[in-house]
């Protein structure tokens, strides 16, 4: 039972690249979000999806984009890499009733 | 601002004492979560309170949901050092998690 699975675990790009962060999960849930999480910031949400062919904004959405693939895949997307985008980013999933996230274990992008 | 707020952003004790962490909004909550994040890994969850004035034990760990569900507290009594870790506050206002902006515990030998 993989859970929630990301990749990469670790990227470094150069300002103005761009690149996808891969996200799936197995447990048949509705519910999935991106969040990046930045030293005394705890997770920030940047978007997050209710359902297969619905997204919406959370917090930080700018520099983001995202494709909900089908019900499994979700992945986030930046088009023109820029410093502020270095953050750890993490996936999540969650049943209905939100009793529970339950997250990947990220990926490190540190862009230069 | 950030939804929830954690207080406090860091916290160092020996072994042994005890701690209590803060999570506050101004908006209400159906529920509260409580997750531990070790480093390298995601969040993990430890509890959800759900009734006001509700208070749940995990072992030497308590929860408490406030009375108005604005605000939870965490209570670790005698603290060992496989407490440490960043603690997050979470909850749901409509269908998205928002989460605190976290309390990193280090529990010193």
């Known amino acids: 039972n993989a859970g929630v699975t990301q990749t990469p675990k670790f990227q470094v790009l150069k300002t103005g690249q761009s690149m996808t962060l891969q996200c799936a999960q197995d447990m048949n849930h509705n519910s999935m979000y991106w969040y990046r999480q930045d030293p005394g910031m705890g997770l920030r949400l940047i978007y997050y999806?209710?359902?297969?062919?619905?997204?919406d904004k959370g917090e930080v959405p700018n520099g983001y984009n995202v494709s909900r693939l089908n019900k499994r895949e979700f992945s986030l997307r930046l088009e023109s890499a820029a410093p502020s985008q270095t953050s750890v980013y993490f996936c999540?999933?969650?049943?209905?009733?939100?009793?529970?996230?339950?997250f990947g274990q990220g990926t490190r992008l540190t862009v230069v | 601002t950030q939804l929830l707020e954690q207080s406090p952003q860091f916290l160092s004790i020996q072994e042994g004492e005890n701690l209590t962490v803060y999570c506050n909004s101004s908006s209400v909550f159906s529920s509260l979560q409580w997750y531990r994040q070790e480093p390298g890994e995601g969040p993990v969850l430890l509890v959800t309170v759900v009734t006001g004035g509700e208070v749940k034990k995990l072992k030497r760990l308590t929860f408490q949901f406030g009375d108005a569900r604005k605000d939870s507290s965490l209570h670790i009594t005698a603290a060992q050092p496989g407490d440490t870790g960043l603690y997050l506050c979470a909850g749901a206002p409509g269908n998205q998690f928002y989460f605190g902006t976290g309390t990193s515990l280090t529990v010193i030998p």
């Open positions: 999806s209710a359902s297969e062919g619905t997204t």
């Open positions: 999540a999933s969650s049943p209905p009733g939100f009793t529970e996230a339950f």
